[in-house]
């Protein structure tokens, strides 16, 4: 099955890729579709339960995409496995969406392109979109056959940004661009509005990093904004440019790979990684330097 999206909805906002998004109608008449997986993937794990898209299937974030040792992802062996039980192999068309406007969908995209899984797109504006428009929600849990997939071996050096070569790119003067609220970026806080302080000992920012919080990429839908609008925030306030590297980062890397999809596909950056580290690393590795104020 071919995935493109020939409505106006998305077209007309000009994106770079604009193959990796699908708007809710499309996947509405597509859904009986036999070779499609849908996936789900949420901050608030049980939501899944409580409904979800015809057909979707749960990854949970935490307990499938992460080891359960090590801070870091699952082995190939893991990601074959987990894909194999939801009947997905490398030909098929995969729709991820989730709450949050996509946080955890765009963290399972990234995830799945560590393992050189390029064939999954979001759907934009994701559950709550999909939920404000009536659109139907069931309980059932779908079981597909399983599939042969076969995963390479983790890739993360395209994509990925670890503490060394972040520490590298700050001193360099890289582009940075820090997703979080602005009050984690000055120091204010050190974790999200009305999220519990999980373990972070230093509040600020990483030096020379600007802050363009997550949020500002989406409508008041979820949906993303425009290629123009993109450009005006990341562009003409940030000032990147596309032949930049561009590192993006927030808390734990969620976040962050919202962004890393903005500018990789909707934008069309060639070199953009995702420091999934993030501030829990960087906050509190010693004499890792820390800037506060809302000035890079």
């Not at 997986?37 to 949970?60: C, F, N, T, W």
């Not at 990925?160 to 001193?171: E, G, I, L, N, P």
Request: charged share 25%; with cysteine; aromatic share 10%.
């Amino acid at each position: 099955m071919t995935i493109k999206d020939p409505s106006t909805e998305i077209a007309a906002k000009g994106y770079a890729h604009a193959e990796k998004l699908v708007s809710t109608a499309w996947l509405a008449a597509h859904l009986d579709e036999p070779s499609l997986r849908v996936l789900e993937s949420d901050e608030d794990v049980l939501l899944y339960d409580m409904g979800h898209i015809p057909g979707a299937q749960k990854i949970d974030w935490h307990a499938d995409l992460n080891d359960p040792v090590e801070r870091d992802y699952v082995s190939s062996a893991c990601f074959q496995e987990l894909l194999r039980a939801r009947g997905i192999d490398e030909t098929t068309p995969v729709i991820l969406y989730g709450d949050k406007g996509n946080w955890w969908a765009a963290y399972a995209l990234w995830v799945f392109e560590l393992f050189g899984f390029t064939n999954a797109r979001l759907l934009d504006g994701g559950r709550a979109k999909w939920e404000a428009e009536g659109r139907p929600m069931v309980t059932d849990v779908p079981r597909p056959a399983p599939s042969a997939y076969k995963a390479p071996p983790r890739n993360d050096a395209r994509i990925r940004a670890f503490m060394s070569d972040v520490r590298a790119h700050q001193q360099a003067k890289g582009a940075l661009i820090d997703v979080r609220s602005l009050p984690e970026y000055t120091g204010e806080r050190t974790h999200m509005p009305d999220y519990p302080q999980e373990g972070t000992l230093r509040g600020g920012h990483i030096p020379g990093a600007r802050s363009v919080p997550w949020g500002r990429a989406a409508n008041a839908d979820g949906s993303f904004k425009s290629a123009a609008e993109l450009r005006a925030i990341y562009e003409g306030e940030a000032g990147l440019a596309p032949a930049q590297d561009v590192v993006t980062y927030c808390r734990i890397g969620e976040r962050s790979s919202h962004t890393w999809f903005v500018l990789t596909y909707l934008l069309g950056y060639p070199k953009v990684k995702n420091y999934d580290g993030s501030w829990t690393e960087w906050g509190n590795a010693v004499q890792s330097p820390i800037k506060t104020g809302s000035e890079p």
